[in-house]
C-alpha cells in the first residue's frame, strides 16, 4: 500500500487534482466527509456546545455553517480547540481507510498543521496565487474576499506548507498545464504503488548468481539477495532435503511475468516456483529506487 496526502489552499484545486488521480486508480478519501461524520457523535456535539453554546447547532445536530465560522474561527484558541476535537480521531479514521487498495490519496487540508503521520508515503500541496483563488471561490461558492480570509488566517503561510511537501504543483493560470502535471505525478505515483517483492530458490550458488546477474543487469529488478537455506519439500511422491540459495529481488507489477519467464529461462529445475507478494511497508525513496532501476 501506497500513501499519498493532499493538502492545498482552498480554492486551489486540490479536488481536481485528486478526482484527477482517481480516474487513474486511485482510492480517494477525503478528510472534511470524515469530519463531518464525526458531528453524529454525541460526545463531540457536546464538547463543542459546551464551549460556543447550542446555538452552533441547527435542530438536526449540524453546524450551522455561518454560526460555526463565526465561533470556531474566531481566535486562535478556538480554532485550536476545533482541531484537537477532531483532528486526532480524523487521522485515526483515515488510516483504517488507507487500509486496502494498492494506492490511496487523502485529501486533507490541514494536512500541515495537524502534521504529517509516520505511516503517509509522500504529501502533495496544491498552490494558487490569492487573488485567483478569491475569484475562484466567488464564483463557486459565493464567497466574499472576508470569508477567504476568514478562513485562512490561523493556517500556515503557504511557503512554509511548501517547504513542509515532497511535492508542489502551482494551479495559478493553464488549466491544461495543471491538469498534464497533475497527471504525470498521478502516473508516477500509480507507479511507485506498483512495487512488489518476490523470491524464488536455486540448487546452486553459482546458479543463484548467474540468475541474480540476468536479472538486475536486464533491468527486471532493482535488487537481488542470495540468502543460502535448507529446504524440506515433496516432490513426485518423495519428500527430498536439499540445501538451496533463495533469491529475494523487488521489482514493478509490470514485470512479474517477465520476471517469471526469465528464471523459467535459466534455472535447472524442473519447475521453478517464483512467488510475489505486496511489501507491508516501504519507504517513498526505496520504492523511488526501484522504479527508476526497472525498466527502460
Given amino acids: 500500500m501506497f500513501v499519498v496526502a493532499v493538502s492545498g489552499d482552498i480554492g486551489a484545486g486540490k479536488s481536481t487534482l485528486t478526482r484527477l488521480w482517481a480516474d487513474l486508480g486511485a482510492e480517494v478519501t477525503g ?15 457536546a464538547a463543542a456546545a459546551s ?5 452552533l447547532f441547527d435542530p438536526q445536530g449540524t453546524p ?4 460555526f465560522l463565526r465561533t470556531a474561527f ?12 477532531l483532528h486526532p480521531l480524523v487521522w485515526d479514521l483515515l488510516k483504517e481507510r488507507s487500509g486496502r487498495g494498492s494506492w490511496r490519496v487523502l485529501e486533507v487540508p490541514l494536512l500541515f498543521e495537524t502534521g504529517v503521520p509516520e505511516w503517509v508515503d509522500a504529501t502533495v500541496y496544491v498552490t494558487a496565487q490569492a487573488s485567483v483563488r478569491e475569484e475562484r471561490v466567488a464564483r463557486s461558492r459565493g464567497w466574499a474576499t472576508e470569508d477567504l480570509a476568514l478562513r ?16 508542489t504543483l502551482a494551479n495559478d493560470g493553464d488549466r491544461d498545464v495543471f491538469l498534464r502535471e497533475g497527471r504525470n505525478l498521478g502516473l508516477l505515483f500509480r507507479r511507485l504503488a506498483s512495487v512488489v517483492e518476490g523470491d524464488t530458490a536455486c540448487g546452486s550458488p553459482d546458479e543463484a548468481a548467474r540468475i541474480a546477474r540476468a536479472l538486475v543487469e536486464g533491468r527486471l529488478v532493482a535488487c537481488v539477495q542470495t540468502t543460502p537455506t535448507r529446504s524440506l519439500f515433496r516432490w513426485k511422491g518423495r519428500v527430498e532435503e536439499h540445501p538451496e540459495w533463495v533469491l529475494s529481488f523487488r521489482t514493478l507489477e ?3 511475468g517477465p520476471v517469471e519467464r526469465r528464471i ?13 507478494r505486496v511489501p507491508s511497508r516501504l519507504g517513498l525513496d526505496a520504492r523511488l529506487w526501484v522504479t527508476e532501476s526497472c525498466g527502460p
Avoid at 464551549?51 to 446555538?55: A, L, P, S
Avoid at 450551522?64 to 454560526?67: A, T
Avoid at 474566531?74 to 476535537?85: C, K, P, Q, V
Fill in 254 to 256: 509490470e514485470y512479474q
Fill in 264 to 276: 523459467r529461462e535459466l534455472h535447472r529445475y524442473e519447475l521453478p516456483v517464483v512467488s510475489f
Fill in 51 to 55: 464551549r460556543w453554546g447550542d446555538e
Fill in 64 to 67: 450551522r455553517p455561518g454560526e
Fill in 74 to 85: 474566531a481566535s486562535r484558541e478556538d480554532h485550536r480547540f476545533l482541531g484537537e476535537l
Fill in 31 to 45: 478528510a472534511d466527509e470524515v469530519a463531518k461524520s464525526l458531528w453524529g457523535r454525541p460526545e463531540i456535539r
Fill in 152 to 167: 485562512e488566517r490561523w493556517l500556515l503561510p503557504g511557503e512554509e506548507k511548501a517547504r513542509r511537501a515532497r511535492w
